[in-house]
């Protein structure tokens, strides 16, 4: 009878170590169940976190571009009225000059100036001869 018992005991010691197995299993696949969650909800939250940032600085570069360079339509618009204003300008100044100029110009291109104050009167004669 005591090897009967024994051997209930063995056996009863073998089920208990398989139902120990089974348990360490069943925490393992839990605990990797949970961390592949974990995992997941982890890159959510990370990807959410990227877009609201991403969001948040493009709204900023906007925010300080519009500062900077104001709207680009009335930019063009100033740099357009500011650009004719000089070409009229421009017009106006050469149309007050240029008749000063033309006379200057027809002054120096018909006058001849025969001043030879590098030569002397030898030097002159002999270049002369």
Do not use: C, P
Not at 60 to 70: C, D, L, N, T, Y
Not at 88 to 114: F, G, N, P, W, Y
């Amino acid at each position: 009878m005591d090897s009967m018992k024994g051997q209930g005991g063995i056996q009863m010691l073998l089920t208990a170590e398989q139902e120990a197995r089974q348990i360490i299993s069943n925490a393992k696949n839990l605990k990797l169940t949970r961390l592949k969650q974990a995992k997941e909800e982890a890159e959510r939250e990370v990807k959410l976190y990227h877009s609201n940032m991403e969001a948040a600085h493009q709204k900023k570069i906007s925010e300080v571009s519009a500062q900077i360079f104001g709207s680009s339509g009335s930019n063009v618009k100033r740099l357009d009225e500011e650009t004719a204003m000089r070409i009229q300008s421009l017009k106006e100044s050469a149309s007050r000059v240029s008749s000063d100029v033309v006379a200057m110009l027809i002054k120096h291109v018909t006058t001849v100036k025969l001043d030879m104050w590098w030569f002397s009167v030898a030097e002159y004669e002999a270049y002369e001869k």
